[in-house]
């Protein structure tokens, strides 16, 4: 079993920066592909960035490339989504999500989820 809380998430200027971070409860956090997801209102959820955990190779939508960078720190249980060059439209509810195997892009057969920090983009 494993459990993600996310914090960082806030109220940014356009072209600011934030640092989401991810708690993992689990001793074989390491061994988890994890993975960033977003849902702004009245929107699909969409994937925004993985790193797997045998390569460390992240993968990025081409709407954040450039700009946001996922890592991960093993010996902290944590993940981490750099938002640099913010803008209004990355505003949503980003999800921490974690699986054993690899993260579907599509957002389905992920074991765990986040329960979702808010982030704010103002113009």
């Known amino acids: 079993q494993v459990q993600l809380v996310e914090s960082g998430g806030g109220l940014v200027q356009a072209g600011g920066s934030l640092r989401l971070s991810c708690a993992a409860s689990?001793?074989?956090?390491?061994?988890?592909?994890m993975g960033w997801f977003r849902q702004a209102p009245g929107k699909e959820r969409e994937f925004v960035a993985a790193?797997?955990?045998?390569?460390?190779?992240?993968y990025y939508a081409d709407s954040v490339k450039g700009r946001f960078t996922i890592s991960r720190d093993n010996a902290k249980n944590t993940v981490y989504l750099q938002m640099n060059s913010l803008k209004p439209e990355d505003t949503a509810v980003y999800y921490c999500?974690?699986?054993?195997?690899?993260?579907?892009?599509?957002?389905?057969?992920?074991?765990?989820w986040g329960q979702g920090t808010q982030v704010t983009v103002s113009s």
């Open positions: 689990g001793r074989t956090f390491s061994r988890y592909a």
């Open positions: 790193i797997r955990w045998i390569s460390g190779n992240t």
């Open positions: 999500a974690a699986d054993p195997r690899e993260i579907n892009y599509g957002g389905s057969n992920i074991d765990y």
